[in-house]
């Protein structure tokens, strides 16, 4: 989306903020040194919405493994079991008849010999498919769905699938005002650049604060207070990350970082991770680098979001880290870090509320007024493909 122009005429931006504001937004300094996650956000998906309200899917392919829920166990004669996905959510549905699972404790093979009734439905097994002899089973082993097998002449099976979740955020409204009197206009005319340079510090003043959001917000919809009208609040990375937060509690060893590297690359498509991290994390990380004889390397620009970015390359994917505002300038969280998959951010505007600058919405004062606005919000996917790690203070072996 575009932004007006300088003051009083309303066309299309031809400054040195660029003409296609949003398109070209990463490459702005401001938002380079202010707002990363918004502009990389912006330039990988950038997506209207028609409601404050907005959603997305996410379908996390089928499930390959299932839990024994009973605390008694089964017995090596049992043929009916029940399970869950661990924590006590039915997952029967994601077996049919001829379903193959394998016991990766006992390493026995099991068929289901009936569609299961419902999500929380007991399995009908038949007990040692093939050569390995049927054993006690204890509550909480892991059965890995890993085929199927039809028989000769069978009826064709019935379809298991794995509904979509539906993650619901909003957009929040973004607004910081130039307001200039009659007497400063005429200084600002007169010296040239006044305005303009304004004019982005009050846009660079914005974007820290969608930044903010972006990070720290937690999502609600609430009645306005002065208004009466509704007040919506985005949410941001440190809210969505559940599954793979870790408070390293200081010091970090090599062995620590692998094991949060393997969880965080997990259900991973692509081996990529920005690492947004205060200037300590940042220290710790390169420190951690240099002991185990593994410099970070510097990747140029071109190929890096349009950003200088130092890389740490893993066997499960590479970790591109850079120094984030949000983080560094505030003591109390200089040695954290976020880690995010680009692929599943998005920016989410409102219609034809993208970021603009609206002129002269005042003509009762004695000078003019001008308001950066817009009104968006973080759409974040698969939680689990992202992580923050906590109070990463001092590196060791």
């Keep these: ?37 918004l502009g990389i956000a912006s330039r990988i998906n950038s997506i209207a919405t028609s409601e404050f309200t907005f959603k997305h899917f996410e379908h996390r392919g089928r499930t390959r493994r299932i839990y024994i829920n009973l605390a008694a166990g089964y017995a090596a004669g049992d043929t009916s079991i ?72 069978a009826a064709s099976p019935i379809q298991v699938t794995n509904d979509p979740t539906s993650v619901t955020n909003y957009t929040q409204i973004f607004q910081q005002s130039i307001q200039v009197s009659s007497r400063l206009a005429k200084s600002y005319v007169r010296s040239g650049n006044k305005y303009q340079n304004l004019k982005r510090e009050t846009l660079n003043y914005m974007l820290s604060f969608i930044e903010g959001s972006f990070i720290w917000g937690e999502k609600a919809d609430n009645a306005g207070g002065t208004t009466g009208m509704r007040q919506t609040y985005t ?93 560094g300038l505030v003591s109390e969280v200089n040695d954290n870090a976020l880690a995010v998959d680009p692929q599943y951010l998005a920016y989410r ?20 007024k001008d308001v950066w606005q817009t009104d968006a919000g973080l759409q974040a996917g698969l939680e689990e493909t992202h992580a923050e790690w906590d109070n990463l203070t001092d590196a060791a072996v």
Excluded at 298 to 308: A, F
Excluded at 349 to 368: A, H, M, Q, R
Aim: a negative charge; glycine letters at 10%.
């Design 349 to 368: 505007y409102l219609d034809d509320k993208d970021i603009e600058l609206k002129l002269n919405v005042l003509t009762d004062i004695n000078g003019f």
């Design 235 to 327: 949410g941001g990375m440190v809210e969505h990350v559940t599954t793979n937060f870790n408070n390293f509690a200081g010091v970090v060893t090599y062995a620590d970082v692998l094991t949060q590297i393997e969880l965080l690359f997990r259900r991973s498509k692509k081996r990529e991770k920005l690492f947004f991290g205060g200037g300590v994390a940042l220290s710790t990380m390169d420190r951690l680098a240099t002991l185990q004889g593994n410099p970070l390397m510097t990747i140029e620009k071109s190929s890096t979001y349009g950003l200088n970015i130092k890389v740490w390359e893993f066997s499960h994917g590479r970790l591109m880290l850079l120094y984030h505002p949000e983080l």
């Design 82 to 153: 029940a399970v869950d996905d661990g924590s006590g959510a039915g997952v029967s549905l994601n077996v049919r008849t001829n379903t193959l699972l394998y016991n990766t404790r006992t390493r026995e093979r099991v068929r289901v010999t009936g569609n299961p009734a419902n999500n929380t439905a007991n399995l009908a097994i038949e007990r040692s498919v093939g050569g390995v002899a049927a054993a006690a089973i204890n509550d909480n082993d892991a059965l890995i769905i890993f085929s199927t097998s039809e028989e000769e002449g």
């Design 1 to 37: 989306m575009a932004v007006a122009n300088m003051r009083g005429t309303g066309n299309l931006v031809t400054d040195e903020l660029g003409e296609e504001f949003m398109e070209n937004l990463l490459f702005l300094e401001e938002v380079r040194d202010e707002a990363p996650l």
